[in-house]
Protein backbone atom coordinates (compact mmCIF):
# COMPACT_ATOMS: atom_id res chain seq x y z
CA UNK A 1 0.00 0.00 0.00
CA UNK A 2 2.89 2.35 0.89
CA UNK A 3 4.76 1.43 -2.04
CA UNK A 4 1.36 2.51 -4.43
CA UNK A 5 0.89 6.07 -2.13
CA UNK A 6 4.64 6.86 -3.21
CA UNK A 7 4.14 5.94 -7.16
CA UNK A 8 1.06 8.04 -7.10
CA UNK A 9 3.26 11.10 -5.32
CA UNK A 10 5.59 10.61 -8.03
CA UNK A 11 3.10 10.50 -10.70
CA UNK A 12 1.63 13.81 -9.23
CA UNK A 13 4.84 15.74 -9.35
CA UNK A 14 5.45 13.99 -12.78
CA UNK A 15 2.31 15.45 -13.92
CA UNK A 16 3.09 18.92 -12.48
CA UNK A 17 6.61 19.25 -13.71
CA UNK A 18 5.33 18.09 -17.32
CA UNK A 19 2.52 21.07 -16.80
CA UNK A 20 5.13 23.69 -15.93
CA UNK A 21 7.55 22.40 -18.61
CA UNK A 22 5.17 22.94 -21.75
CA UNK A 23 4.43 26.23 -19.71
CA UNK A 24 7.73 27.50 -20.15
CA UNK A 25 8.31 26.20 -23.65
CA UNK A 26 5.33 28.04 -24.93
CA UNK A 27 6.66 31.29 -23.40
CA UNK A 28 9.96 30.33 -25.25
CA UNK A 29 8.13 29.36 -28.42
CA UNK A 30 9.50 25.99 -28.33
CA UNK A 31 7.03 23.34 -30.12
CA UNK A 32 9.23 20.60 -30.09
CA UNK A 33 10.11 20.71 -26.38
CA UNK A 34 6.21 21.55 -25.74
CA UNK A 35 5.53 17.80 -27.74
CA UNK A 36 7.86 16.55 -25.43
CA UNK A 37 6.40 17.73 -22.85
CA UNK A 38 2.96 16.86 -23.75
CA UNK A 39 3.97 13.23 -24.22
CA UNK A 40 5.56 12.85 -20.48
CA UNK A 41 2.09 14.36 -19.45
CA UNK A 42 0.12 12.00 -21.43
CA UNK A 43 2.53 9.35 -20.21
CA UNK A 44 2.40 10.17 -16.50
CA UNK A 45 -1.61 10.18 -16.55
CA UNK A 46 -1.70 6.80 -18.13
CA UNK A 47 0.41 5.57 -15.31
CA UNK A 48 -1.59 7.17 -13.06
CA UNK A 49 -5.28 5.85 -14.31
CA UNK A 50 -3.74 2.64 -14.69
CA UNK A 51 -2.32 2.51 -10.62
CA UNK A 52 -6.27 4.22 -9.57
CA UNK A 53 -7.59 0.90 -11.22
CA UNK A 54 -5.39 -1.39 -10.07
CA UNK A 55 -6.40 0.28 -6.48
CA UNK A 56 -9.88 0.09 -6.56
CA UNK A 57 -9.59 -3.44 -8.29
CA UNK A 58 -7.58 -3.93 -4.93
CA UNK A 59 -9.94 -2.26 -2.60
CA UNK A 60 -12.70 -4.66 -4.05
CA UNK A 61 -11.39 -7.81 -2.91
Not at 1 to 14: D, E, H, Q, S, T
Amino acid sequence: MGKKIAINVFYNLGLIASLFGMIWAFNNKSPLIIAFFGATFVAFLYFKIQLIKDFRKGIKK
